[in-house]
C-alpha cells in the first residue's frame, strides 16, 4: 500500500491478512501498482426494493429486512456504470500481469460489470454458474425461481500466459476438465449477513487462480469468506467493508469464533464434476 493509506481496521497476527475499514472507491487508490496476484469481488447487486422485509425459507435467517442492507438497493444503470468503472480501472491497475479477478453477480448486475471488464481491456475467460441447490424460491411466485448466479473470471488484459492452476483442478475433479458450471448446497452458518457466499466457492476460486503467499484482494468483504478461505489455504489477504457490523463479524470470524476453516476433498466438495 501506499504512505498514505488509513491503518487497518484489523489484521492477524502474522500480518498476512488485513481488513480496512471504509470505502473501496476511495481507498483502492491508494494501493500500489501491479502489487496482487489475485482479486475475489462480491459487489452489491443493486436488486433489492428499498425496506422489503422478506421471509427466508431456506434456513439462513428467518426474516431479510432489506432496509439493513442499503449497500443492496436497487440504483440507475448510470450510477451502476459509474460505480464499476471507479473500482474496476483501480484493480486493473493493482492486477499483476497475467493475473485473474473473479466477479460475482446476480441477473441485475453482472451485465453492468461485464460491459465494464470488457471496455476497460480486461480479457473474459469465463462466465462460472453458481448453481445454489437449495436456493430459496421465488417469494410472490411472479416469475421462476432463480437458482443461480454468474461469476466472471477475467484477467488483467490480452497479454501474456493466465495465472491459472488448470492441472490441479483437473486433478480436484476427478481427472478431468473442470467445467463451468459449480453447483453446490448452501450450509448455515453463525453469523448474520444477507451476502455471504459459501466457502467452496471460494476455495476452487482461490486454488485456480493463486499460489500460497500470494496476495489476495476483496474490495467487498462482507463477512470476509475470502480472506477466512484465503488465509485456510495459505494465501495473504486484503480486504476492504464499508458497513463496520460486518467488520466485527470478520475478525471474529477469523478468530474462530464461527469454527475454523477445513478445507474439503473433491468427494466431499458439492462442487459438480464435468462428464466430458
Ligand atoms: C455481496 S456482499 C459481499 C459478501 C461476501 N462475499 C461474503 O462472503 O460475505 C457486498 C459487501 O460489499 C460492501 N460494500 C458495498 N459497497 C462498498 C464499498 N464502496 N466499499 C467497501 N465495501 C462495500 C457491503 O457492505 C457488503 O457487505
Same mark, same amino acid.
Given at each position: ?84 468503472? /471507479? ?62 448466479? /454468474? ?49 467452496? &466457492?471460494?476455495?476452487?476460486? &482461490? ?8 496476495? &489476495? ?20 489477504? &486484503? ?34 464434476? /464435468?462428464?466430458?
Amino acid at each position: 500500500m501506499g504512505k498514505n493509506s488509513a491503518d487497518p481496521y484489523y489484521c492477524d497476527v502474522k500480518e498476512n491478512l488485513k481488513l480496512f475499514y471504509g470505502d473501496s472507491l476511495v481507498l483502492l487508490k491508494d494501493f500500489s501498482n501491479a502489487s496482487i496476484d489475485m482479486v475475489f469481488a462480491d459487489p452489491p447487486y443493486f436488486g433489492n426494493q428499498s425496506g422489503l422485509v422478506m421471509k427466508r425459507v431456506d434456513g439462513h435467517a428467518d426474516t431479510f429486512d432489506t432496509q439493513k442492507a442499503q449497500w443492496a438497493y436497487s440504483k440507475s444503470l448510470n450510477y451502476q456504470f459509474e460505480f464499476h468503472y /471507479t473500482w474496476l480501472k483501480e484493480i486493473k491497475r493493482l492486477l499483476k500481469p497475467g493475473c485473474t479477478i473473479w466477479v460475482t453477480g446476480t441477473y441485475h448486475s453482472i451485465g453492468v460489470a461485464n460491459v465494464v471488464l470488457q471496455d476497460l481491456g480486461f480479457k473474459i475467460l469465463n462466465d462460472v454458474i453458481l448453481h445454489k441447490r437449495n436456493a430459496p424460491p421465488n417469494f410472490l411466485g411472479s416469475c421462476f425461481r432463480a437458482v443461480t448466479e /454468474t461469476m466472471l473470471w477475467a484477467k488483467k488484459d490480452y497479454y501474456g500466459k493466465t495465472k491459472f492452476n488448470y492441472k490441479l483442478m483437473k486433478e480436484l475433479n476427478g481427472g478431468v476438465q473442470m467445467k463451468n458450471l459449480w453447483e453446490y448446497w448452501a450450509k448455515k452458518n453463525g453469523f448474520r449477513h444477507p451476502a455471504t457466499k459459501q466457502p467452496i &466457492i471460494l476455495e476452487y476460486s &482461490i486454488l485456480a487462480g493463486s499460489n500460497e503467499n500470494d496476495l &489476495i484482494l476483496d474490495p467487498f468483504a462482507g463477512s470476509g469468506t475470502t480472506g477466512f478461505v484465503a488465509r485456510g489455504l495459505g494465501r495473504k489477504c &486484503i480486504m476492504i467493508e464499508k458497513e463496520l457490523n460486518y467488520c466485527q463479524i470478520i475478525q471474529e470470524r477469523i478468530e474462530g469464533k464461527y469454527g475454523e476453516f477445513k478445507r474439503k476433498t473433491r468427494i466431499e466438495s458439492d462442487v459438480s464434476k /464435468t462428464t466430458a
